[in-house]
């Protein structure tokens, strides 16, 4: 047993002040500090990196520093912080990463729980695609079936028991090499079988900046070097099998298929030469038996790899190039207590639908003649048949996302494939059981099973703008001005009435000697079934505040207040705000000899409807223009004020 139960193993060069950072944020984890420990190690930074670690050493007592000479890159000073490590499991974590605060609390009770050697954990990237997103859809105790899934994302990002690391001499190579996680995961997924995934929190944030290695060029022959090695563990070490195979793929797929696909149509003559010349001295090392384990899109790119043909792959890269979901439907409503969205739509390709034929029972892809594929290579029966439609909710704030419970997949209709889904989105629940945080969450469609990248955000042909309260929250299922749709769960951030579109005949008043009550039911909010909220807010007659609440419960959401009215004849507008925004005029009231009535408020022409859908009529459209007209901005400097004023808005 360890003295901690984790270290926090961390290289790190030339970081600067952004180590502060780093290190102060770790220490806002929810784990004590007495029960963690952060190990860093420098490789021999040339700045004041050093120094500054040694300060924070002593504003931290869970913080070990140590210096190196400079080995280059990451793996020796990862090695060098296992070594160094007391705590039960060893997380590697990148010098400009950030980890979310209750992630190892959460980890190491679930590793414990599930007695893991290694634990995949929930990770979001920044600056770049998520590897392992559909990875992450449950808690999985103990992984019995490898597939593409378990492995797709290979950071070292991850908890691993330091024992296990120890015993088994699992190690980074060091020196100034290139994928290294490859090379490190292979020797820790090859020699055990207690591998879990933990998808029920966001552990880890990858930031991958402008000078991450990530995206830094490389030294050809370094690289495949390095891509060599890091296979050795798979095929040294692993039996024939399910397993070996997957790994296997996921190398391959990962790093030889993918420079084959539309990227390939970017690189020149001599550099398609150079990776042809690199990748038919590696393809012995995957068997055409692994092709089974390949989406379809990948296989046939195999198939013509394998044959040295590269004009085939070139003319195959054109015709994957753009291919996309195309939205052609989208409906939206309200059933019990959560939204049901269902999707239907096409894949597109950059010169058309993408197109498919059956043959003889079967669906194969269309493919020019002169590409060589056979009816066998094209065939996409299977990959169909097991195709997925996802919905996610992705927060823009963080980069989170949670997939959604879904139906559906790919399908054929005439000589086009079609997608379809059915999704349930419960704001209380939508995060992995758990209420989504306050945000704005933009849904996306996912769809595996082919190989290509469908992915996009969910387009909304017509506009939506739903509101539902519900806990003490509200939630705004609506219409982006760039047309596709999105959930805000922030209950300050929009005039919740503008939404909720009360209708002025349902007002109610009742006239006393000073006060007015206001009794409003707002029949267009949904309230889930046996919820009992009441949000505070303010009634604004012209400029004056009155408290106000909305009551929302089984017989649905009411307005209620009470406000002073002038004994002026003259028409005073209602509006309210909940939160930091006040909605529209949306009445009038007039107090004359008669008492109070209703009456239509106006609306000044230089503000237009704030709702999401006005932005996709004329109406919307022509607000747009008023907008920088009543201001005298006829310029197109004027126009571009208006949508910004809008899209702060909407």
Known sequence: ????????????????????????ELQRQSLDPSEFEVVVIDDGSTDDTFDRLQRLAGVYPNLVVDRIPGSGWPGRPRNVGVQRASGDYVLFMDHDDAMFPEALERLVAFARDVDADVVIPKEVVDGWKTPGWATWRENVPRVTHWDAEVVACLTPHKLYRREYLLEHDIRFPEGRIRLEDFDFN????????????????????WIIGTGNSHKAGYDV?????????????????????????????????????????????????????????????????????????????????????????????????????????????????????????????????????????????????????????????????????????????????????????????????????????????????????????????????????????????????????????????????????????AVDTRSEARALLDHARPDRKGLVVTSEEKQVAIRWPLPHVHVPAGARSSLSGEVLVDDHAHPARVIANAAGATLLAFVEVPEDDEVHAVRARFGIRASRPLAGLRRGADGVRVVRASRPPSEPPNTPEAVHTGRGRAALRATAISAKRRTAKGLRTARARWARRN
Not at 1 to 24: F, H, K, P, Q
Not at 186 to 205: D, G, L, S
Request: net charge negative; aromatic share 8%; glycine share 8%.
């Open 1 to 24: 047993m360890g003295t901690v139960d984790v270290s926090v193993v961390m290289a790190s060069y030339n970081t600067g002040a952004r180590i502060e950072w780093t290190l102060s």
């Open 221 to 485: 022959q370094v690289y495949w070097d390095s891509f060599e090695r890091s296979l050795q563990p798979i095929v040294r070490e692993l039996p024939p099998g399910t397993k070996r195979d997957t790994l296997l793929a996921r190398w391959y797929r990962s790093r030889i298929l993918e420079r084959l696909n539309p990227q390939l149509l970017g690189f020149s003559d001599s550099y398609r030469g150079t990776l042809a010349e690199k990748f038919s001295g590696l393809l012995h090392y995957f068997p055409p038996g692994i092709d089974a384990a390949l989406t379809p899109a990948d296989r046939m790119r195999s198939v013509l790899l394998r044959r040295g043909d590269w004009e085939a792959l070139a003319g195959l890269a054109e015709l994957d190039r753009g291919i996309r979901p195309a939205v052609s439907e989208t409906r939206v409503s309200w059933e019990g207590d959560r939204w049901v969205l269902v999707c239907r739509g096409h894949v597109e390709g950059a010169s058309g639908p993408v197109r498919v034929a059956r043959v003889d029972g079967r669906v194969h892809r269309v493919v020019p003649d002169h590409l060589g594929l056979s009816p066998e290579e094209t065939d996409l029966t299977d990959a169909l048949a097991a195709s997925r439609s996802d919905l996610i909710v992705h927060r823009r704030q963080d980069l989170v996302d949670w997939n959604l419970p879904t139906e559906g997949g790919l399908d054929v209709d005439g000589d086009r494939l079609t997608f379809s889904l059915r999704a349930e989105l419960d704001p209380a629940t939508a995060a992995f059981g758990e209420p989504l945080d306050d945000g704005i969450w933009d849904l996306v469609i996912r769809i595996l099973g082919l190989g290509w990248p469908l992915k996009a955000r969910l387009a909304a042909p017509k506009p939506v703008s739903d509101l539902a309260i519900g806990d003490g929250r509200q939630a705004l299922l609506y219409t982006t001005v760039g047309g596709t749709v």
């Open 186 to 205: 292979a020797q820790a997924f090859v020699r055990t079988e207690k591998v879990a995934i933990f998808a029920a929190y966001p552990c880890y944030t």
